[in-house]
């Protein structure tokens, strides 16, 4: 089995399990309860999808069991992208960061569906009914925060305009893009972002707010 496909297998589950731990950060502290509980709900699916993750690589790549690819690695081995790894800041930029995220998520897992790398497709099929509810969530409260008052509206245009550049690195490229697309893997991260682009605009404008 192809590096590149490794490399796709490790950079998923790194963003999983990165961005689960930023989630369950909230756990106690998030703005009313039904959002701690959301996000501690969410940051479980998250954790739970970089185990499948890391469990493919231990069982089909000989790679280290999953608690020690997501505890024992040193911090230049993860392959996730920044965007995940910023503190959780204000609870606007957390709910900003989770809708990006996870509409690349979705679109990206949706793709998946399709690999002919079987293993993943499965796994795809399964996670997609988990993230469509994250979606949900995030859409949301973008929209409700996005029409809510001055200052909600001010505070969610400001977390997005600070977190569209990290969000763009979701889809950073690499020479592996080439092999997963004539492998049939995964169709690539350019047509991964153009995607994305179209689901975010249109919520993004519902929410009254301005694509940075």
Known sequence: MSNALKNLLYKMADDALVIGHRN??????????????AFSSMAQDKIGHAQALYSILNTLFGEADPDT?????????????????????????????????DHAELLRYDMLTQSSFQPL??????VKG?????????????????NG???????MQSALNYAWPYALGIFEKSEDDKELIAENIFAGEDE?????????????????????
């Open 24 to 37: 369950s950060e909230w756990t106690g502290i998030g703005p009313m309860l039904e959002e701690d509980l």
């Open 69 to 101: 690819l997501a505890f024992k690695r040193q911090e230049k081995d993860f392959r996730s992208c920044q965007f995940v790894e910023l503190p959780i800041g204000e609870y606007d930029f957390s709910i900003v960061r989770q809708f990006l995220f």
């Open 121 to 126: 497709a499965q796994l795809a099929k399964k």
């Open 130 to 146: 988990e993230i469509k509810y994250h979606v949900m969530h995030g859409d949301t409260f973008v929209k409700q925060l996005g």
């Open 149 to 155: 008052s001055e200052e909600s509206k001010a505070r």
């Open 192 to 212: 991964l972002k153009t995607r994305w682009l179209q689901k975010v605009t249109t919520v993004i404008e519902a929410a009254g707010l301005k694509l940075p």
